[in-house]
């Protein structure tokens, strides 16, 4: 259940804080005085997207937060436990919408993408707009409404994973077939280009190592140089060398240490050094022999780094990437060479994949032979009670075949309604008359309603087009839905008020800079006022004042049986 809403720097609005109930509450106010406003903020606080014009005027960012209370909403809740979002019974949704169109969503404080927003306000509130009547004649909305009432989302969602599956498997086993069509020259490229690879037989890490020995020969006059110089200043020079004096030093402390014995250890430090410069000396000698060595290396790096690189160069790529490309190359033609084998087992995959969707698709279809009877019942009931007696709506399901085969399953549904006992039954989509589609439209959202795991409806304005008694029927019909579930309505129609359980009066307020909205909830007296201004318009008489009254207190009396009726 919606517990509270708050709206800050929307459109016309400054800030509002409204607090709802459970049961039937409306809200109405003067036109143009904002009422769909609060019904916009709830859908933008829910994930829908935003038009221009969102933010207030000289303000930042736009900021949207409702509270559910969760205490008897099982699947939300199971929701957000499934995705680490928890917070006891509680819900806290928020949505933060900056003037250059950024948008931010949040549940119970972490924020999350406004696809995560969306599917759990889904979940938690329905909002049936002023303008749905409109849309009404659209065969995927006849379908989706049909399989709202008849619970089929689960079924829906399993037949949509199928044809996927399906349709995924159909694509590679075409992608397998049309590559077998030019299958031997492919083959033949392939097995090429992996012959050329096994020849060059390059192995992990050679590259590198080529490279590296390369400069190093090719610097070899600046090593052997470099190093002569080096061997002369250790142990070769006929000068004074490292060695040389490492040797006297160690004489010198050999003999000073027979008068201090604490110059010992560092005597025994001078021998290791002189040791390790000996040492030293040996591997740089090797070293400098090893570059004179096998001068015909130094042709064969140069060839053989020509040769990687020419490999590298016909397939566009670095040469330390050859590797990979070999491997793909390897890849490829494994899979060309079993080919055959490939496609037999992705045509078996089809077939089952076929099958499994076309058996979801044929539940489906049950399912909505099912729904289609209780709903076209329960709406020419509806009917009846709305003004349109002897009225007939009826659900047309019809079934195609394979070739027809879409993610929503294979039906074709539409719906026909007959305004007047005698008329065959047509196309809703070719009904004439607005107050008939208007009606027609209110029958279905309630009984779609009734239907349905949400536990709050939002009607805004969809009783527009009817009047008298028939709008009494509307408020009556909200009222009992009221019972099972949080209803708001936003309406026009007195008769409608006065059925509510709570009644909020939206008022637009300007003081000749600015404009901004008030919602106030109405207390008895000021119910009365209200209704009695939107019986008489813009001169209240006394005597419509009693009448708005007198109709209050029907009004009341039916809540109190419907409550009695209920418990």
């Known amino acids: 259940m919606l517990r509270s809403l708050q709206v800050r720097n929307f459109a016309i609005v400054d800030e509002v804080n409204v607090d709802f109930a459970a049961g039937m509450t409306v809200l109405t106010g003067e036109t143009g005085a904002g009422k769909s406003i609060l019904v916009d903020a709830l859908g933008l606080v829910l994930g829908e997207r935003g038009g221009l014009g969102i933010v207030r005027e000289g303000t930042k960012r736009a900021e949207f937060s409702a509270e559910f209370d969760l205490a008897d909403h099982r699947v939300a809740r199971d929701w957000l436990v499934d995705q680490a979002l928890d917070l006891d019974d509680e819900c806290i949704l928020r949505r933060v919408i900056a003037a250059d169109g950024r948008s931010r969503a949040f549940i119970n404080g972490n924020a999350v993408s406004l696809q995560s927003l969306k599917s759990?306000?889904?979940?938690?509130?329905?909002?049936?707009?002023?303008?749905?009547?409109?849309?009404?004649?659209?065969r995927d909305v006849q379908r989706n409404l049909l399989d709202h009432f008849g619970g089929l989302q689960s079924l829906l969602k399993s037949c949509a994973d199928a044809f996927a599956h399906w349709r995924a498997l159909a694509d590679e086993l075409a992608e397998v077939n049309a590559a077998h069509a030019d299958r031997e020259a492919r083959l033949e490229l392939l097995e090429f280009q992996v012959q050329e690879f096994d020849a060059l037989d390059l192995q992990p890490e050679e590259l590198p190592a080529l490279k590296a020995e390369r400069q190093k020969r090719q610097n070899s006059g600046r090593l052997a140089d470099g190093l002569s110089r080096v061997l002369d200043d250790m142990y070769d020079g006929e000068s004074a060398t490292a060695q040389s004096l490492l040797g006297t030093a160690c004489q010198t402390l050999s003999s000073l240490s027979s008068y201090d014995e604490t110059l010992a250890p560092t005597h025994q430090l001078l021998e290791e050094a002189g040791i390790q410069v000996a040492e030293a000396t040996d591997?740089?000698?090797?070293?400098?022999?090893?570059?004179?060595?096998?001068?015909n290396r130094q042709e064969w790096i140069e060839e053989r780094l020509d040769a990687i690189q020419s490999?590298?160069?016909?397939?566009?790529?670095?040469?330390?990437?050859?590797?990979?490309?070999?491997?793909?190359l390897r890849t490829q033609l494994d899979e060309l060479r079993n080919a055959g084998k490939r496609s037999t087992q992705l045509g078996n995959e089809v077939s089952d994949a076929q099958a499994q969707y076309l058996q979801l698709a044929s539940d489906l279809s049950a399912g909505r032979q099912r729904a289609a009877g209780k709903f076209g019942t329960a709406v020419t009931n509806a009917m009846a009670g709305?003004?349109?007696p002897g009225g007939v709506f009826e659900v047309s399901v019809e079934s195609g075949s394979a070739d027809e085969a879409r993610a929503w399953g294979m039906d074709s549904i539409e719906y026909l309604i007959s305004a007047n006992p005698g008329q065959k039954p047509t196309a809703l989509a070719k009904v004439a008359s607005g107050g008939e589609l208007s009606r027609m439209s209110l029958s279905i959202q309630v009984i779609a309603s009734d239907g349905s795991q949400i536990p709050t409806m939002v009607f805004?304005?969809?009783d527009s087009g009817v009047g008298g008694?028939?709008?009494?029927?509307?408020?009556?019909?909200?009222?009992e839905l009221g019972a099972s579930r949080q209803v708001l309505?936003?309406?026009?129609?007195?008769?409608?008020?006065?059925?509510?359980?709570?009644?909020?009066?939206?008022?637009?307020?300007?003081?000749?800079?600015?404009?901004?909205i008030g919602v106030a909830l109405l207390n008895k007296d000021e119910r009365v006022e209200e209704l009695a201004r939107m019986l008489g318009g813009v001169e209240i008489t006394q005597r419509t004042r009693e009448h708005a009254a007198e109709m209050l207190a029907k009004g009341g009396r039916k809540i109190v049986a419907r409550k009695r009726a209920t418990r």
């Open 120 to 138: 759990l306000g889904e979940l938690l509130l329905d909002i049936h707009g002023q303008h749905f009547h409109q849309s009404l004649g659209h």
């Open 283 to 295: 591997i740089l000698r090797r070293y400098r022999e090893s570059l004179d060595a096998d001068p």
């Open 311 to 328: 490999i590298a160069r016909k397939h566009k790529v670095e040469a330390e990437d050859l590797g990979e490309i070999r491997d793909r």
């Open 386 to 388: 709305l003004g349109m």
């Open 460 to 462: 805004d304005e969809v």
């Open 469 to 479: 008694g028939v709008a009494e029927m509307v408020g009556r019909r909200l009222c």
């Open 489 to 516: 309505c936003v309406t026009h129609l007195a008769q409608v008020a006065v059925q509510a359980d709570n009644h909020f009066r939206i008022n637009k307020m300007t003081d000749g800079k600015s404009t901004r």
